[in-house]
């Protein structure tokens, strides 16, 4: 066999019995042996999930290729991605498993001094596969130019709450403006309208049978049920969950500690679902750290306050991770009509989905495109960023760079 990598020639003698049938791999690599084998052993023999991981990890090899070039009858790769912890989640998918990456990037705050280049309208393409749009969820054409004809698996998004933000932001060091839109202004049947809008978008967009994440307060969770009634013909959501947050908030009237997410299926096809892996325990009910309940080390890891300081409702990256797990299959689309601090493209780029989102706010946007730089410069991984079609030179790049 002729090692590639190595720029030489490797033999390895192998004593094989006459009695024992035996097939001769030529190869230029070690890896690309490793494949063969597995290949050739998948299609004359059994190939448990125990044995697969270990041969993985014995010879280094690139899993989510092996999807693409080895067929495995009957096996079950959700199954075998979520029990063997191939995105590096920790934890077998139960609620409140420690995530060893999550903080790593929620601490992550872009610099606020920046110069703000993200104009609206941008479309920004991360990686050749993640597209986002600085644009208006409210706006039909805005999905048009965001989808360009593709379809989403699953929406999982977290809107505006029409609270001014002195009503839920508390006192704390961290203080933010009102977001630009459904910050208090408008009316209950006004917010309604707002909240289905974007919904009927999102369900144009998406595919039939596909599961539709929606994050909402509690004084808002019967306008949430009426526009899901107005757009998916039922105000009784197909489940609610709870983000039991491990920190309540400030507050003088039961302090605040969760928040929902209201989940509505969209049209008849049968949606998918892997809840019922083995060992892969979900309820209703989500125990996940808050953004502002990392400790000191953690905070210190960036100088920083956090992905709280940079945008005031951020999400846990585990947390919705773990929601892509359990109703999408990799490589699949991810839409988010409010990208916010970006820990939906975070999550998705975990588990090797694929991210399709909006975001209005042009600094938002710009954090969310530092953090993904952030993100990759942390894995070692090579980046490359596309603006309106045009690949974006170092120079263009340098006001995202993280500080």
Known sequence: MRDADAGQDQFYEITIPAELPALIIEADSKEEAAKLVLLYSSGYGEVTQQGLAEFIEQYDLNFPQLKFEINLPEFSMPRFEQTFDTFGLGGNGSEGGEAPYAEEHEDFMPDEEAEVVVQKGDVYELNGK???????????????????????????????????????????????????????????????????????????????????????????????????GKVYGSREPKQVCVWNKSIQANGSFYR???????????????????????????????????????????????????????????????????????????????????????????????TRRICYGVEYEPHYMQGILTRFIHHCQSENKPFEITRNGELMTEEALAPLMPK
């Open 130 to 228: 993640h597209r986002l749009i600085c644009g208006d969820s409210l706006l039909a054409a805005t999905f048009e130019t965001l989808m360009n004809g593709t379809l989403a698996r699953v929406l999982i998004t977290d809107p505006p709450y029409n609270i001014p933000y002195s009503l839920f932001g508390g006192l704390g060091k961290v203080q933010h403006e009102d977001f630009s839109m459904a910050a208090g202004e408008m009316g209950d049947q006004e917010f309604v309208e707002f909240l289905a809008t974007y919904m009927r978008h999102a369900v144009q967009h998406t595919v039939d049978g596909s599961i539709h994440y929606n994050f909402m307060d509690f004084r808002h969770a019967w306008h949430m049920c009426e526009a899901g």
């Open 256 to 350: 605040a500690k969760h928040e929902f997410c209201f989940i509505f299926k969209s049209g008849e096809a049968k949606h998918l679902s892997h809840l019922e892996l083995k060992d892969r325990f979900r309820s209703n009910v989500w125990d996940y750290k808050s953004a502002n309940d990392f400790s000191n080390e953690e905070r210190k890891e960036f100088g920083k306050l956090g992905a709280l300081e940079n945008h005031p409702t951020p999400k846990p990256v585990r947390m919705i991770a773990d929601a892509l797990l359990d109703t999408t299959n990799e490589g699949d689309i991810a839409l988010d009509c409010f990208l916010g601090s970006g820990t939906t493209l975070m999550a998705t780029e975990r």
